[in-house]
T-cell receptor
Framework: NAGVTQTPKFQVLKTGQSMTLQCAQD?????MSWYRQDPGMGLRLIHY???????DQGEVPNGYNVSRSTTEDFPLRLLSAAPSQTSVYFC??????????????FGNGTRLTVT | SQQGEEDPQALSIQEGENATMNCSYK?????LQWYRQNSGRGLVHLIL?????REKHSGRLRVTLDTSKKSSSLLITASRAADTASYFC??????????????FGRGTQLTVWP
């Protein structure tokens, strides 16, 4: 099993550009989520999904969109990138439908720089 | 707002010593988890402790949970240089349902010197 796969690993965007961060898992996990990690801030939840077709907002959803058309994939879209979105982004999945009763499995992250 | 907060922010010890990290949280929880992150990598789950448990062990790890004080501690015994990493606690909100969010603290950076 590959686990949780994130692409790309690195990305540089100009302000105003859009892009999609990809996340795929092959563990048949119902729960998937996106976090951003900034120095001194720890991890903050952006969006999450408890199953295909269901998404919800986390702590810092502004500027990001998500969709969950399949169990395996949970892409994160930046509609108009801003320098404040410079961060490391982590995708995580869990067997637990609620995402809180079993371990999260993390990808290795996407390091995004917005200039 | 973030739920868990680790203390200390940084910890530096010698190999063989024990490392203790603490986590405090604000609201009632269903469970608390500890994760480890090596530099440049994703987080790796270490241990989960439920709100009705007081102590849990896994290898050299010992986790305690005190729901009355809303705090948890992670003890790593006989530390090794390979334990050098950041350690995070994560908690969920107790909404009375299975649909919860998992919130992470800012982490403790542990450095173990050979």
């Amino acid at each position: 099993n590959a686990g949780v796969t994130q692409t790309p690993k690195f990305q540089v965007l100009k302000t105003g550009q859009s892009m999609t961060l990809q996340c795929a898992q092959d563990m048949n996990h119902e729960y998937m989520s996106w976090y951003r990690q900034d120095p001194g801030m720890g991890l903050r939840l952006i969006h999450y999904s408890v199953g295909a077709g269901i998404t919800d907002q986390g702590e810092v959803p502004n500027g990001y969109n998500v969709s969950r058309s399949t169990t395996e994939d949970f892409p994160l879209r930046l509609l108009s990138a801003a320098p404040s979105q410079t961060s490391v982004y982590f995708c995580a999945s869990s067997y637990s439908p609620g995402g809180n009763n079993s371990p999260l499995h993390f990808g290795n992250g996407t390091r995004l720089t917005v200039t | 707002s973030q739920q868990g907060e680790e203390d200390p922010q940084a910890l530096s010890i010698q190999e063989g010593e024990n490392a203790t990290m603490n986590c405090s949280y604000k609201t009632s929880i269903n469970n608390l988890q500890w994760y480890r992150q090596n530099s440049g990598r994703g987080l790796v789950h270490l241990i989960l402790i439920r709100s009705n448990e007081r102590e849990k062990h896994s290898g050299r790890l010992r986790v305690t949970l005190d729901t009355s004080k809303k705090s948890s501690s992670l003890l790593i015994t006989a530390s090794r240089a390979a334990d050098t990493a950041s350690y995070f606690c994560a908690t969920d909100e107790d909404r009375g349902s299975t649909l919860g969010r998992l919130y992470f603290g800012r982490g403790t950076q542990l450095t173990v010197w050979p």
